[in-house]
């Protein structure tokens, strides 16, 4: 029977969702935005592995302008020295399907928005208010609209405040005590890195990952830094502390525009206490950059949102959570962990570290386990 949905939130899993409804179902659907626009100026890159590029590839992410993406074969260890420890070939995860893509998340946004922008997209949507009404939910904004839905599927990110209208107690993100920094370069400096790969450099306390984001190979940039407490103002003593300290060559890199944000993740993944309401992405489970899975993950759980509503088993019985919190104990176990082995300060622990890497990476078992079963390969 036809439903009528009310995404809130288009960011990359509100959006993924509202594609797959609009392409392959007659259900009638909103995505409610609260921003006035789209947020297309802030690009930092995104990777995604064939996990999350098998599914778009089905609202023809494959037909996407060649020029605006990249297909890097290879991920490259490096001290911050820039001295090369070893390197893992990601193509091998690759398949006829999908393969291991990098771009700019902007790009991927107006990717997603095209086909559902003017017809099923409203801005400055700040929900107000909700009750039930027999079978279904009626959502007050504050703009004195409203909409009478049989489903809300909260997609508005890690701070989601859908939460806080349906859970009588919302647990509340938690800082990591890291920052990340984003800087878009034209040219990879003196660096002793590949224009093709993804270069994934570890310090101590800080670890930088550059890889290119479109064919006319501009680079993105992420420097993690462990820091107390978040202030932005601080972040050029705080890169000139941690990173160029430990490498003067990154200097020139540095001089760019910085920007910078707090790292946060979810402490507990929580159900929902409502079968008329579902949690997708940030909104079900922010996790750390250090597995680059959030947006990954974002469209898996669209994805499996859009199944549920195809066979019709969103209001019924259904392990959505039960699954998906599986999956995101998996994704989360692995970001932890890489989150702290990219990070140790102690010159020893980095060796013994680099040495495990140099014996993993080429462990067929173990690179199987450790990405294979995020990648689903
Ligand atoms: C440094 C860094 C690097 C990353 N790198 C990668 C990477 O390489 N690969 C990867 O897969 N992931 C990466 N991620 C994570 C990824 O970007 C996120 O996990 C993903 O964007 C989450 O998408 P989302 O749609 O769930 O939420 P969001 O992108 O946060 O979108 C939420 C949307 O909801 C809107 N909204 C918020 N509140 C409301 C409201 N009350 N009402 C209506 N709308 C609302 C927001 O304006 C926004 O448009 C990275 C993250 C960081 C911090």
Redo the contacts with the bound molecule.
Sequence with gaps: MKKKIAI????????TLANFIKKFTEHEFMV????ES??LEEG?????ATN?VKILNQINFNKIEKEKIFNPNTLVFYSLKNEKICDLNLSKFNNVEAKYTTLQ?STLIEFLKENIYTQHLRFG???KEVSELKDKILIKFEDNTNDLVDFVIA????????RSFFEKKKIEPKFKKAI?A?IIIKSKYDLNISEDNINLILGGNCHIVIYPINQKKELNL?C?MRCKKYDPDSTKQLIQNLVLKQNPNFKNIFDNEIKT?P?YFTPKIQPSSNKKVFY????FN??L?TL???????IESAFEIFNLLTKDRLDKENNYFENRSKRAQIIRSRSNFNFFAFHFSSKVMQNIRNLFLKFLVKRRFFVKRYLGKVYKN
């Excluded at 930092?44 to 995604?48: E, F, P, S």
């Excluded at 997609?155 to 859908?162: Q, V």
């Excluded at 997708?280 to 909104?283: P, Q, S, V």
């Excluded at 680059?292 to 974002?298: D, H, P, W």
Aim: charged residues 15%; aromatic residues 10%; proline residues 2%.
């Design positions: 809130i939130g288009a960011g990359i899993a509100g959006l409610y935005e609260k921003e789209l947020s930092y890159g995104i990777q995604l999350s998340r949507k700040k929900i997609a508005d990110g890690i701070f989601s405040s859908t990340a984003r992420v993690i944000w790292l997708i992405g940030d909104a922010g996790f950059p680059a899975q959030g947006a990954g993950q974002s």
